[in-house]
């Protein structure tokens, strides 16, 4: 099987880390992923803030990156839904605009084969627990990109319940948003802000001195507000928990 | 009928939305008005609890949902034929049928109606038709007095406020404070409020009962809106909660209904499906306890003269954008706000429109004509009063994807600022300058040494607590530090360690 990884612009910038533990992660379950280097950004600010046209290049070059691989693997749910369930308009947007008339069936070749980490793991390698350890009390955020749009359901938590000496605290109201929303964060700061507030009281009423999900931008937000607050809870992304082997944490 | 006294007139000009700010700055106004943050968690918390337990109920949820969207799509399709059926048939009811392209015009026939029957006040079903064209407001610049016989509607008039929820306008309010306004306002406009009224919620409603019974009994014209007309009979369909709405529509002499074009359903199978969604989405009940259903006039039996006004106030425009106007499929229940998590911390009136939270920032912009010129800043605002959570497409029962429209909508916003603009906004320059980085990987590696540069000299163990100079993102560090960007980035990292074989 030909893997590649999609590391996502904000995760190659802010967070390599993330990047390196899936290929640690992957190289451990036996799986080689390939790196292709031309790979940008999926487009999903430009798309959702309404410059929908300066997606069309942002598509075009992960169409030409990507294609060819057997499954792609990403570590943002956020992404994934951008390229699933967006590219496809960006490419209609593009055939009707006269400027690509062959990107709508480019798109609908390489869309499909990419998957968000959890997704990946669960549905393509058939594996939930991945040989990890974590001895860290961690509550999990499902991001509203990774279960409203892609429909990722139980999967993490299903990885994360079969690493050893993690003990996985309940979120009270985890399906809530945590008011990052992209430029929304930034464009309606303040209410954006009393989201996240919301959220980091009940990141901080679990308990847990861990917080994960499967989306850095969420965890941003959230790290950003418990940093500011000189909270010791941690974020770490999905993939840093499943990668570790307790050595290094 | 023995003449009674003229009801007094109130000093005050009805409210309007009119002047509202932008969403993010009505909305940090909101933010900090702590009570109603307090009432808005705590009812949205409990509507939010007793839909889902009522829609969990219905093994047939979904099937009933794809049916509401595909009737109401068919209702847009066949629109033009199906306002004639509907017409033709009222007509043969013995009703009366008015077309009104805007709110100037419904607001005139209205007002020409109650003049032509000789009356100074009318009474009136709640209804967010009417809400929308400033018919109140119209109605006291004629002379004419309304009075709101809905609960929390009659609530939001007494205090001079403006509602802030669809179906709960009052939704910002608590017992006490509800207390407090009809102690000092029902005398003003009729009975006043017994002596010695406490908060309990049965003496509030006995206390609106007395109230609203005087007026009910001496109105001689009632307006209402409609929740659906069905065409095939010509037949006008009410919900609701409280039979305000059935004394509305049955004890006066005049009947007004004010319809927008889209309430209508092709036939009563199609009505079966809606009176299964609505009011499991809006009340959280399985039936609401009052549906009134009339076809023209009876005679002999309720309003003798029934007036019907067909409402466009730009729906047409709407309904020629193919994106945007699945919004006309909304059936008005409010699932939407109750689960939004924006909606729940700013309260309705932050969105500036009788239709708050998220379908007010499908529907707004496009009643106001933004799929065909420029709208001003308020307007403009409200397709980015979302974090695109979703949560609303999950709850509307005839699966408006309102995210996928906001993003639409977003989209027209930014062509018409690049039209107006000979130079382009800092957010467009940003955005612009970013799509040229993100253009080909050289250019990203590049920006993202630079970045890493300037985090070794800014960060704070791995921390921005702002950053360096002004710019658009101001608004991120005043209650939030920012990951900084890491020394490598990843494709530094792969290409200088060959993919972590090369050791780290």
């Given amino acids: 099987m030909r893997i590649a990884l999609f590391i996502t612009c904000y995760n190659d910038l802010l967070y390599p880390e993330v990047g390196q533990a899936i290929v640690r992660l992957l190289r451990r379950l036996g799986h080689e992923v390939a790196f292709p280097a031309e790979q940008t950004c999926c487009g999903q600010m430009h798309f959702n803030s309404g410059y929908q046209d300066a997606c069309i290049p ?8 990507f294609a060819g691989y057997d499954a792609v693997v990403t570590p943002s749910g956020s992404c994934a839904s951008m390229v699933r369930r967006y590219h496809p ?45 974590f001895p860290h009390t961690v509550a999990f955020h499902p991001t509203c990109h990774s279960t409203r749009l892609l429909g990722v359901g139980d999967r993490p938590t299903r990885l994360l319940a079969a690493v050893d000496g993690l003990t996985l605290v309940d979120l009270p109201r985890s399906e809530a948003c945590c008011g990052f929303g992209g430029t929304f964060a930034v464009k309606n700061a303040d209410t954006s802000v009393a989201m996240g507030l919301d959220k980091v009281d009940d990141v901080l009423g679990s308990g847990a001195d861990v917080l994960t999900a499967g989306d850095t931008s969420c965890l941003m937000h959230i790290g950003g507000l418990l940093s500011r607050r000189g909270s010791p809870v941690r974020v770490m992304h999905l993939a840093e928990i499943l990668a570790s082997t307790g050595a290094d944490s | 009928m023995t003449e009674t006294l003229p009801p007094p007139r109130r000093d005050r000009p009805e409210p ?58 068919e ?18 009811a013995g009703g009366t049928v008015h077309w009104a392209r805007d709110a100037a015009e419904a607001n005139g026939i209205v007002a020409s109606i109650v003049h032509d029957h000789g009356a100074g006040e009318v009474v009136k079903v709640k209804s967010m038709a009417t809400q929308e064209i400033e018919l109140n407001e119209a109605l006291r610049l004629e002379g004419v007095d309304v009075w709101e016989t809905d609960l929390a509607e009659m609530i939001v008039q007494l205090g001079h406020d403006l509602p802030s929820h669809i179906l709960v306008p009052a939704i910002h309010r608590n017992r006490a404070e509800i207390r407090d306004i009809f102690i000092d306002e029902m005398g003003n406009v009729g009975r006043p409020a017994p002596a010695g009224l406490s908060d309990v919620p049965a003496e509030l409603a006995e206390a609106a009962r007395l109230h609203l019974r005087e007026k009910f009994l001496r109105a001689r014209v009632a307006v209402s809106g409609a929740n659906f007309a069905v065409a095939e009979t010509g037949t006008v369909v009410v919900l609701e909660s409280e039979g305000n ?28 499906v809606f009176l299964q969604l609505l009011p499991r989405s809006s009340t959280a009940e399985r039936m609401n306890p009052y549906t009134s259903i009339w076809t023209g006039v009876t005679p002999g039996d ?13 729906r047409t425009d709407v309904l020629s954008d193919t994106v945007g106007r699945q919004a006309l499929r909304c059936i008005r229940c409010s699932a939407c706000l109750n689960v939004c998590p924006v ?41 980015y009063a979302s974090s695109l959570c979703g949560a609303c497409f999950d709850a509307c029962p005839v699966r408006i994807d309102i995210p996928e429209v906001l993003v639409h909508l977003r989209g027209q916003v930014v062509r018409h600022s690049e039209a107006t603009h000979r130079l382009p906004t800092p957010e467009g320059a940003g955005m612009g300058a970013a799509a040229w980085t993100l253009r080909t990987p050289r250019r990203l590696s590049l920006a993202e040494r630079g970045a890493g540069l300037g985090s070794r000299v800014f960060a704070r163990r791995g921390m921005l607590r702002r950053l360096p100079g002004p710019g658009p993102v101001g608004g991120w560090f005043r209650a939030r530090d920012l990951k900084a960007p890491a020394r490598e980035s990843f494709r530094a990292w792969w290409r200088r360690t060959d993919g972590g074989r090369g050791g780290d």
Avoid at chain 2, 249 to 261: A, D, F, K, N, R
Avoid at chain 2, 303 to 311: E, G, Y
């Fill in chain 2, 302 to 314: 309720g309003p003798q003269a029934f007036h019907l006004i067909l409402l466009d106030n730009g």
């Fill in chain 2, 16 to 73: 309007t939305f009119r002047g509202t700010p932008p969403f993010p700055e009505a909305a940090k106004a909101a933010l900090a008005n702590g009570q109603l943050r307090a009432n808005l968690g705590r009812a949205t918390a409990t509507i939010r609890t007793k839909r889902a337990a009522v829609v969990e109920e219905r093994a047939d949820w979904e099937a009933l949902r794809l049916a509401g969207a595909a009737i109401k799509d």
């Fill in chain 2, 343 to 383: 909606y729940e911390r700013t309260g309705g009136q932050a969105y500036g429109s009788v239709y708050p939270g998220p379908i007010g920032a499908i529907l707004t912009p496009q009643l106001r004509g933004i799929a065909k010129h420029p709208v001003d800043k308020q307007t403009a605002s409200l397709p």
């Fill in chain 1, 58 to 65: 942002l598509v075009q070059r992960f169409v030409d990156a």
């Fill in chain 1, 89 to 133: 308009l960006v490419a209609g947007l593009a055939a009707d605009r006269g400027v690509d008339a062959g990107l709508p069936g480019r798109v609908a070749t390489v869309s499909p084969t990419v998957y968000e980490l959890s997704e990946f793991l669960v549905d393509v390698l058939g594996v939930t627990d991945v040989g990890a350890r």
């Fill in chain 2, 75 to 92: 209702v847009m399709r066949d629109l033009p034929a199906l306002l004639a059926q509907l017409e033709e048939r009222v007509t043969a």
């Fill in chain 2, 245 to 272: 709405g059935r004394m509305c529509l049955t004890l006066p002499e005049v009947l007004i209904t004010v319809m927008g074009i889209e309430k209508l359903v092709p036939t009563w199978r199609d009505l079966e």
